[in-house]
């Protein structure tokens, strides 16, 4: 009788963590995956946050790649596959994967990146107020971007939420946000008078 219910005990224990695993929980890296089937030998890519393009050979668990899909995974790199495609930086198994729902999964969508253009909303938001600076600023346990222009500057959030414009040191926005987050990082600048 011991044995049978210590047996149970075990097949339960041990049953919960792999679906843990299974599940996703924080398969550490985030990405998005885009259609590049108008490049020769290419279909579907996986571009990080930072910008990096990975060819997904194998995907585990028969998850369905998708194109605009955010994702949260973990990956190996396959050194002896090649690919006609070339617009990669490495060849990828999936090893750990779930989609992530932009605005509902917390901290989760809160990108971290150097590459603005890598990122839609940030390519998006450089449309529209064609900065000539992006600073990116640490906030809480996020970050935070300005898009500097004349005579407007833009800040949003890490998820792509505009939380204030500012037109100088003394309004509001500076006072509010700008001036607590400390010194920021460029990470990209254009043309003009920062040059």
């Known amino acids: 009788m011991r044995v049978l219910l210590f047996s149970?005990?075990?097949?339960?224990?041990f049953g919960c963590k792999t679906k843990q695993q299974a599940a996703g929980q924080d398969c550490g890296e985030f990405g998005i995956v885009k259609d590049f089937g108008d490049l020769d030998g290419c279909g579907l890519l996986i571009e990080l946050d930072n910008?990096?393009?990975l060819n997904p050979a194998k995907v585990a668990g028969g998850?369905?790649?998708k194109e605009g899909q955010r994702i949260n995974f973990s990956y190996k790199k396959l050194p002896d596959m090649a690919s006609s495609c070339m617009a990669e930086k490495a060849i990828v198994e999936i090893t750990c994967i779930q989609e992530v729902n932009d605005g509902t999964s917390g901290n989760n969508d809160c990108v971290d990146t150097e590459n603005p253009f890598a990122v839609d909303w940030m390519d998006k938001a450089i449309d529209i107020h064609n900065p000539n600076q992006i600073i990116k600023y640490k906030k809480g346990d996020g970050w935070a971007y300005l898009f500097r222009g004349i005579p407007m500057s833009f800040l949003y959030d890490c998820r792509g939420k505009l939380i204030c414009e500012t037109r100088s040191n003394h309004d509001e926005c500076y006072e509010e946000y700008l001036a607590k987050?400390?010194?920021g990082k460029?990470?990209?600048q254009g043309e003009g008078i920062w040059d």
């Open 8 to 13: 149970c005990l075990m097949v339960f224990v």
């Open 51 to 53: 910008g990096v393009l």
């Open 63 to 65: 998850f369905k790649l």
């Open 181 to 183: 987050f400390g010194k």
């Open 186 to 188: 460029i990470i990209w």
